[in-house]
């Protein structure tokens, strides 16, 4: 007979099932496929941890974002926004869709152009932009939206020689009544720059400005900023036509509506608290029309969101390695999964299911990764049942963000695979090798070991 480990007796109360504050059981469900598709088999197949996205979940985000803004709206666009995630097979859903690419790197803005994304549909963003990649953005026709008076200097250098005009925005920030300010990007409206800016632009006869832009935060939880936000482009834009008879053809309202997850600590979930895309298009969309635009100068309304079109679509599968009983009596579980590929973990409480069945007793637990380090925590204290070495566990909601700022650290950053509508799991990155790490790695004769 197999012997079973043995683990310290220990009395405590076990809930079976615990009230939450509106007296009903917090039931915590297993979860034991996503899409039609087993976990278990996911986690054969692909191995453990595994990402999982849904492309279904993908599409309908999308769609349903789009629709909020278009039944409101006359000239809308997406253009997804490649840090959030920039997986190919990532990007070419959004692309399918309709949308145009958001990039904020040289690197990226070549994912783009790989994903053949036209050059006019690419909205180059961020304050370091090489001149090489300027030059690039230029040839292009991109949507250079320029951070700063050296990238507006750079960017009026590079248009001497040429004929035709770069096409280019004024990032924009502003008071928006959300503290701190995010004022590092982008040309101040407040002080006067941003007007400065667009003049500058304008007055040199040399670029063609066609936008205005703000990126005003990230998982913002109140639509009036959005409502100050537009409010103050359209101010520039207006003042532009009728000052400087000049007019704007988009305002990028950029993205940060937040996705449904939890943020840390707080008390209701998610998914009850924040601020629909619905509530977020129809401050956004209600300002412009009522700016007092007449209705063939309605400039077009860009959206950049990030993980409010992903976030939802995207899974952790992962494997319990061992139970432990910390020094206070509190039980702890470790996973193979850590913070370096759960990057979110830091934000968010993120909701984690056991994918098969349990006994109905629960208990308050905290979620270690493997790393080696006091900062590997996955949730710092949530209800699960009793769950064992070998059992699987699925973390949701975490399509934004981890696949891009994922670390190399220790381990190997695992595989990721799409499912798509017809419920078939494709791999659309395999899990990393050692070989693959170590290949741009070289030893100093000297050091070599000798074999
Ligand atoms: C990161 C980023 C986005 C996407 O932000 P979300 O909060 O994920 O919607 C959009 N635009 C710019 C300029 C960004 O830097």
């Avoid at 409101?72 to 070419?92: D, E, G, I």
């Avoid at 040309?187 to 832009?213: Q, R």
Wanted: hydrophobic share 40%; net charge negative.
């Amino acid at each position: 007979m197999e012997k079973l480990p043995y683990e310290k007796p220990y009395i405590k109360k076990l809930h079976a099932g615990v009230m939450n504050k509106f007296g009903t059981r917090s039931g915590v469900q297993p979860v034991k496929s996503i899409d039609g598709v087993l976990v278990k088999t996911l986690i054969e197949n692909y191995g453990s941890p595994v990402f999982v996205l849904s492309e279904k979940q993908i599409r309908k985000n999308y769609r349903s974002a789009y629709r909020a803004f278009s039944t409101r709206y006359p000239k809308v666009q997406f253009a997804w926004s490649y840090k959030t995630n920039y997986l190919n097979a990532v990007c070419q859903v959004f692309h399918q869709e309709g949308s145009w690419a958001e990039v904020v790197s040289g690197f990226e803005y070549e994912k783009a152009v790989g994903n053949g994304v036209p050059g006019n549909k690419i909205i180059f963003n961020g304050p370091g932009k090489s001149n090489d990649e300027l030059k690039t953005a230029i040839k292009n026709d991109s949507l250079i939206h320029i951070d700063h008076f050296e990238e507006l200097n750079q960017l009026l250098i590079l248009s001497q020689e040429l004929t035709g005009k770069p096409r280019v925005a004024i990032r924009v920030n502003m008071d928006t009544g959300v503290y701190p300010l995010w004022d590092r990007f982008g040309f101040n409206y407040e002080n006067g720059e941003a007007w400065t800016a667009l003049s500058k632009v304008i007055d040199s006869g040399k670029l063609h400005l066609a936008g205005l832009h703000c990126h005003i935060g990230t998982y913002m939880l109140t639509t009036d900023a959005y409502g100050i936000a537009a409010n103050k482009l359209c101010d520039l834009a207006m003042n532009c036509q009728t000052q400087l008879n000049h007019k704007i053809e988009y305002i990028d309202m950029g993205g940060g509506f937040p996705s449904t997850n939890t943020l840390k600590g707080a008390y209701l979930p998610g998914q009850d608290t924040v601020p629909s895309v619905d509530d977020f298009a129809e401050v956004i969309t209600s300002t412009l029309l009522n700016f007092g635009f007449a209705n063939e100068d309605l400039p077009m309304l860009i959206l950049e969101s990030g993980r409010v079109l992903i976030d939802d679509a995207g899974y952790l599968l992962g494997t319990i390695i061992a139970n432990k009983r910390l020094s206070t009596g509190k039980r702890a579980l470790i996973v193979d999964f850590g913070v370096n590929v759960l990057f979110t973990s830091f934000w968010y409480d993120h909701q984690v299911s056991p994918a098969q069945d349990f006994m109905p007793h629960n208990e308050n637990m905290v979620i270690y990764g493997p790393l080696c380090m006091n900062i590997d925590v996955i949730r710092e204290g949530i209800n699960l049942p009793l769950l064992n070495p070998g059992d699987q566990v699925v973390v949701h909601k975490v399509g934004a963000y981890n696949m891009t700022q994922w670390m190399q650290f220790i381990t190997l950053r695992p595989a990721v695979v799409l499912i798509d509508e017809q419920q078939r799991p494709h791999l659309i990155r395999s899990n990393e090798t050692l070989g693959y790490i170590e290949e741009p790695e070289f030893i100093p004769i000297h050091l070599k070991a000798n074999k």
